[in-house]
């Protein structure tokens, strides 16, 4: 099944890249906003399909961890700008408190993102802003929380 749902939806990612970088014609704003919103909206879904199908391994027992170095820097500044679009027509905002210290730690740097984005994208569902933050420079390891900052919204998630 996947492959049948990967295949198509693949298709049109690339033909919309494609139109839009390799200048097959003359494209105008309209069109551009058109094949932007086709492009974003086909990789949201690709991913949603990745997700479905990474369910369904995991309730079969078969979800396998590639542990890893991985830079959670990296992983949260991406996730940030990978949800940019689901936030920017809310006007919602997010803000990074990350300090300079090393991020480095073994995970699965693929799921770490998928976390941060569903975290995220969940946020971004939500009215108001969010802001991931790292712990304070005196804690001894990295802690993350997603602070909601909105009206009748309070605490940690």
């Given at each position: 099944?996947?492959?049948?749902?990967?295949?198509?939806?693949?298709?049109?990612?690339?033909?919309?890249?494609?139109?839009?970088?390799?200048?097959?014609?003359?494209?105008?704003?309209?069109?551009?906003?058109?094949?932007?919103?086709?492009?974003?909206?086909?990789?949201?879904?690709?991913?949603?399909?990745?997700?479905?199908?990474?369910?369904?391994?995991?309730?079969?027992?078969?979800?396998?961890?590639?542990?890893?170095?991985?830079?959670?820097?990296?992983?949260?500044?991406?996730?940030?700008?990978?949800?940019?679009?689901l936030?920017?027509?809310?006007?919602?905002?997010?803000?990074?408190?990350?300090?300079?210290?090393?991020?480095?730690?073994?995970?699965?740097?693929?799921?770490?993102?998928?976390?941060?984005?569903?975290?995220?994208?969940?946020?971004?569902?939500?009215?108001?802003?969010?802001?991931?933050?790292?712990s304070?420079?005196?804690?001894?390891?990295?802690?993350?929380?997603?602070?909601?900052?909105?009206?009748?919204?309070?605490?940690?998630?």
């Amino acid at each position: 099944m996947s492959h049948e749902l990967r295949t198509p939806l693949n298709a049109i990612i690339g033909f919309s890249d494609l139109m839009l970088t390799e200048g097959v014609g003359d494209i105008n704003p309209q069109q551009r906003e058109f094949l932007e919103a086709v492009l974003r909206n086909g990789r949201h879904l690709l991913e949603l399909i990745n997700g479905v199908l990474d369910l369904s391994k995991i309730e079969a027992g078969r979800m396998a961890l590639s542990l890893a170095p991985t830079d959670l820097r990296e992983a949260i500044t991406g996730a940030v700008a990978d949800t940019a679009s689901l936030r920017s027509s809310k006007r919602q905002e997010v803000w990074l408190e990350l300090d300079d210290r090393p991020l480095a730690v073994v995970a699965d740097g693929v799921r770490v993102r998928q976390v941060l984005f569903n975290l995220l994208s969940n946020a971004s569902g939500s009215p108001g802003r969010a802001a991931p933050s790292s712990s304070p420079r005196s804690a001894p390891a990295p802690q993350w929380r997603l602070r909601p900052i909105a009206p009748g919204m309070s605490g940690s998630w």
